[in-house]
């Protein structure tokens, strides 16, 4: 098993192009979550997705978009990137939506912005 | 909006010694506790869960909850080099199907 994977693990964008992160995973779970990182910031919930067929907003949601495309995929995009946007961006599953505390996350993607 | 604090770090503390890591927040309804672990440039994994007042014990950690001051510890005894790591506290985010992270505590034990 690969647990969760997310593609790709480094990106340089410039302000205004948009982008798609790619998370996946291969362990038949039902909630799916992205997050940022930054230095100093913790983690934050961007969206996150309970159950297949259902997205809902984090703490940070603004300039982003998702789609939990099937069971297995949950994908983040960007429209517009904005340098405020740089980070290091997780994708975690859980087998739940009960056992949301037991999260396993990728090895997550570095995103600048210029 | 629920808030989450620790102390940034970072914590320093000589191999064998008992490290103390703090969380408190801010909503007095949250139930549940969660400690992630993170070394560096790697992904956070769950090492801790605590869901009553009191203490739980695995092996060298030990998370102690009090719910009545909103404040939630993880002690690490006969602290380790590998323990080097940024600890994140972690609770229910609203309905409880998702969780918001503390900023993380960095822990350095030297040899």
């Known amino acids: 098993n690969a647990g969760v994977t997310q593609t790709p693990k480094f990106q340089v964008l410039k302000t205004g192009q948009s982008m798609t992160l790619q998370c996946a995973q291969d362990m038949n779970h039902n909630s799916m979550y992205w997050y940022r990182q930054d230095p100093g910031m913790g983690l934050r919930l961007i969206y996150y997705s309970a159950s297949e067929g259902t997205t809902d907003k984090g703490e940070v949601p603004n300039g982003y978009n998702v789609s939990r495309l099937n069971k297995r995929e949950f994908s983040l995009r960007l429209e517009s990137a904005a340098p405020s946007q740089t980070s290091v961006y997780f994708c975690a599953s859980s087998r739940t939506r009960e056992s949301y505390n037991e999260q396993f996350f990728g090895p997550g993607t570095r995103l600048t912005v210029l | 909006q629920k808030e989450v604090e620790q102390n940034s770090g970072p914590l320093s503390v000589p191999e064998g010694a008992i490290a103390s890591l703090n969380c408190t927040y801010s909503?007095?309804?949250?139930?549940?506790f969660f400690w992630y672990r993170q070394y560096s440039g790697k992904s956070p994994e769950l090492i801790m869960s605590?869901?009553?007042?009191g203490d739980k014990e695995d092996g060298r950690f030990t998370a102690q909850l009090n719910k009545a001051s909103q404040y939630v510890s993880l002690l690490i005894r006969d602290s380790q080099p590998s323990d080097s790591a940024t600890y994140l506290c972690a609770v229910p985010y609203q309905a409880g199907t998702a969780l918001i992270f503390g900023k993380g505590t960095t822990l350095s034990v030297s040899s």
């Open positions: 909503d007095r309804v949250s139930q549940s």
């Open positions: 605590i869901y009553s007042n």
